[in-house]
C-alpha cells in the first residue's frame, strides 16, 4: 500500500508571497492533519481534516488555511508569507476514528521563505 | 510553559547499550502517549501507543506511562547503529501536542 505523498518536496519562496502545499493519504484514510516542524519550536499541530471538514485547529494565524477533497486529498495554504514560515510542513493521515493510534506521516515539504 | 517537554539532547551512546528516553507533560488530562521516531529528512513514524498508566512492549522497545507523576518514558535495549535518529514524544486528547524531540546516536 502506498504511504502519505507530499509535493512538492522543496519550495523556495519569497515574503509576501503565497503557497499551497498537497497531500495524498493512504488509500482509505479519512482524516488529513497539518503540522510545522521547526528546530525552535518542534512539531506543532496545524489542522486536521476530516471528510471535508476541519474537526480541529491548533494556534496558528488565519494566514495558514486548508481544505480537504471528497477523495480525502489535503490542501494547505499559507498566504502574505513570513520568514518565519521557513520549516518543514508534514501531513498525516489515519482512517479517521482514533487519530493518534493510526496515524501515518509523510515526507514533508520543505519550506525557505526569503 | 510547553505542555510537553523533552530534553533535546543530543543523546549518544555504544551500540548494545540501554536508552532510556523520557518526556513530561503538564495537562492531567492527556489519556493518549505515543512515541515517534524519526529518521533525517523523512516524516516521524509510530512506534509505540499507551492509553492511560502503564507499560507496553514491542521487541527492543518499552513505553512506560506514569499518569500520576505525568511522566512517559521509552527504554531501548540492545540499541543498534540503525536506531540512531530523533525521537519525539507526543501525547493527545484530541489534537496531538509533541515534545521537541531528543536526538540519539548509536555508535558502533
Known amino acids: 500500500k502506498a504511504g502519505v505523498t507530499q509535493t512538492p518536496r522543496y519550495l523556495i519562496k519569497t515574503r509576501g508571497q503565497q503557497v499551497t502545499l498537497s497531500c495524498s493519504p493512504i488509500s482509505g484514510h479519512r482524516s488529513v492533519s497539518w503540522y510545522q516542524q521547526t528546530p525552535g519550536q518542534g512539531l506543532q499541530f496545524l489542522f486536521e481534516?476530516?471528510?471535508?471538514?476541519?474537526?480541529n485547529k491548533g494556534n496558528f494565524p488565519g494566514r495558514f488555511s486548508g481544505r480537504q477533497f471528497s477523495n480525502s486529498r489535503s490542501e494547505m495554504n499559507v498566504s502574505t508569507l513570513e520568514l518565519g514560515d521557513s520549516a518543514l510542513y508534514l501531513c498525516a493521515s489515519s482512517l479517521g476514528g482514533e487519530t493518534h493510534k493510526t496515524q501515518y506521516f509523510g515526507p514533508g515539504t520543505r519550506l525557505l521563505v526569503l | 510553559q510547553k505542555e510537553v517537554e523533552q530534553d533535546p539532547g543530543p543523546l549518544s551512546v555504544p551500540e548494545g547499550a540501554i536508552v532510556s528516553l523520557n518526556c513530561t507533560y503538564s495537562n492531567s488530562a492527556f489519556q493518549y502517549f505515543m512515541w515517534y521516531r524519526q529518521y533525517s529528512r523523512k516524516g516521524p513514524e509510530l512506534l509505540m501507543y499507551?492509553?492511560?498508566?502503564g507499560n507496553k512492549e514491542d521487541g527492543r522497545f518499552t513505553a512506560q506511562v506514569d499518569k500520576s507523576s505525568k511522566y512517559i518514558s521509552l527504554f531501548i535495549r540492545d540499541s543498534q547503529p540503525s536506531d540512531s535518529a530523533t525521537y519525539l514524544c507526543a501525547t493527545s486528547n484530541n489534537d496531538m501536542r509533541f515534545g521537541a524531540g531528543t536526538r540519539l546516536t548509536v555508535k558502533p
Open positions: 481534516y476530516f471528510s471535508e471538514t476541519q474537526r
Open positions: 499507551t492509553y492511560s498508566s
